[in-house]
């Protein structure tokens, strides 16, 4: 995700959180981020963030 531009980055973000369970995990590469701030998920630790 680090090519994309912010815009399509959080499409990508907000689809797989749609697709994704409850208490599912979502798993990124370390070079990539997602702001805290602006996301569903909740971090757990870097790279690491889970649906609830």
Partial sequence: ???FDAQTKKKL???F???LEYG???FIGHSES???S???YKYIKP???RKE
């Fill in 1 to 3: 995700m680090i090519y």
């Fill in 13 to 15: 973000i907000d689809k």
């Fill in 17 to 19: 959180y749609d697709l």
């Fill in 24 to 26: 599912g995990y979502l």
């Fill in 34 to 36: 997602i702001s805290r």
């Fill in 38 to 40: 602006e996301t569903r």
């Fill in 47 to 49: 790279a690491v963030y």
